[in-house]
């Protein structure tokens, strides 16, 4: 039986899973395996109108992998609260660094890996703004010509906080560049080969250099790629509505929020799966 009808949204990245309820998400045996493969295949999934309760979308992404639970500015163990309005989340001034590009978890504070999946549920959104949008980084590097894939598989990136908050926070107090200083860099490959043998490109806007290139230079290359990357017609850009869920692979997939502004009442309920591979 055919546990899940997946309608793709475009070519390129995203998937509506159609006629799937928040009970069966969590009751149906069936159904974790069934997600896991069209993630992979399409590399963002979206469940509209799906009003899971915060408790059911942690049980039903404890059941794609293990989650994270530290700490979320929220009630119930698992749930990241994502919001601007720092009364809901203290630490709301850094989400607005996912208004640019980034795949999550590139510049982990310990040795864990970037993140397997991330789900999002719409509890308010905003007026004007706030949609997220999903580009395929297993696609842009599917794209690319035979000879710069050669030339870009040597390459290794450092990625920091610092290049990921400086976008947001072009004018930072000595205390806020102390705090990104402190926080630990880390060094990625370009190019990220996956353990299922797939590759694909680790962009976005923790990449502070690319090693042992002129800096210029390699900035040019990582923007070059990143706007190819991210060109219109390679993206899938949810509107969002209050209820809907969307999952993404965070392995394979870049993505950010359009900005909306600080006052809004947009509210995202966050689960993440933790990753199972780490980028090499
Ligand atoms: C995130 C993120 C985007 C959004 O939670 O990691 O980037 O649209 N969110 O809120
Ligand atoms: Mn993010």
């Given at each position: 039986m055919?546990?899940?009808?997946?309608e793709?949204?475009?070519h390129?990245?995203?998937?509506?899973?159609?006629?799937?309820?928040?009970?069966?998400?969590?009751?149906?045996?069936?159904?974790?395996?069934?997600?896991?493969?069209?993630l992979?295949?399409n590399?963002?999934?979206?469940?509209?109108?799906?009003?899971?309760?915060?408790?059911?979308?942690?049980?039903?992404?404890?059941?794609?992998?293990?989650?994270?639970?530290?700490?979320g500015?929220?009630?119930?163990?698992?749930i990241?609260?994502?919001?601007?309005?720092?009364?809901?989340?203290?630490?709301?001034?850094?989400?607005?660094?996912t208004?640019?590009?980034?795949?999550?978890?590139?510049?982990?504070?310990?040795?864990?890996?970037?993140?397997?999946?991330?789900?999002?549920?719409?509890?308010?959104?905003?007026v004007?703004?706030?949609e997220?949008?999903?580009?395929?980084?297993?696609?842009?590097?599917?794209r690319?010509?035979?000879?710069?894939?050669?030339?870009?598989?040597a390459?290794?990136?450092?990625?920091?906080?610092?290049?990921?908050?400086?976008?947001?926070?072009?004018?930072?107090?000595?205390?806020?560049?102390?705090?990104?200083?402190?926080?630990?860099?880390?060094?990625?490959?370009?190019?990220w080969?996956?353990?299922?043998?797939?590759?694909?490109?680790?962009?976005?806007?923790?990449?502070?250099?690319?090693?042992?290139?002129?800096?210029?230079?390699?900035?040019?290359?990582?923007?070059?790629?990143l706007?190819?990357?991210?060109?219109?017609?390679?993206?899938?850009?949810h509107?969002?509505?209050?209820?809907?869920?969307?999952?993404?692979?965070?392995?394979?997939?870049?993505?950010?929020?359009?900005?909306?502004?600080?006052?809004?009442?947009?509210?995202?309920?966050?689960?993440?799966?933790?990753?199972?591979?780490?980028?090499?």
């Open positions: 055919t546990t899940l009808t997946v793709k949204l475009n390129e990245i995203g998937a509506e899973i159609i006629g799937l309820d928040a009970d069966r998400m969590t009751s149906d045996e069936a159904v974790p395996g069934a997600v896991l493969e069209a992979e295949a590399g963002v999934l979206v469940f509209r109108g799906l009003y899971l309760e915060p408790e059911a979308q942690v049980a039903f992404c404890r059941t794609l992998g293990e989650i994270d639970t530290s700490a500015h929220h009630p119930v163990d698992g990241y609260r994502v919001s601007l309005d720092t009364s809901k989340n203290s630490s709301a001034s850094y989400l607005r660094g208004f640019d590009w980034h795949i999550d978890g590139c510049t982990p504070k310990d040795d864990t890996y970037p993140q397997m999946a991330t789900v999002l549920s719409a509890k308010a959104v905003a004007r703004g706030g997220t949008e999903f580009a395929s980084t297993y696609r842009a590097y599917d690319l010509g035979a000879d710069e894939k050669k030339r870009l598989a390459l290794r990136v450092l990625h920091s906080l610092e290049a990921s908050q400086r976008p947001v926070t072009a004018d930072p107090t000595p205390q806020q560049l102390e705090y990104w200083r402190r926080w630990p860099t880390r060094e990625h490959p370009l190019v080969t996956h353990k299922s043998g797939r590759r694909s490109l680790v962009l976005g806007t923790s990449t502070d250099h690319v090693v042992g290139m002129d800096r210029a230079q390699g900035r040019a290359l990582l923007d070059d790629l706007a190819r990357c991210t060109a219109p017609e390679y993206v899938y850009r509107e969002w509505s209050v209820g809907d869920t969307v999952i993404w692979d965070n392995r394979g997939v870049i993505h950010r929020a359009a900005p909306y502004p600080e006052d809004s009442p947009r509210e995202m309920l966050r689960t993440t799966v933790l990753g199972d591979e780490p980028i090499q």
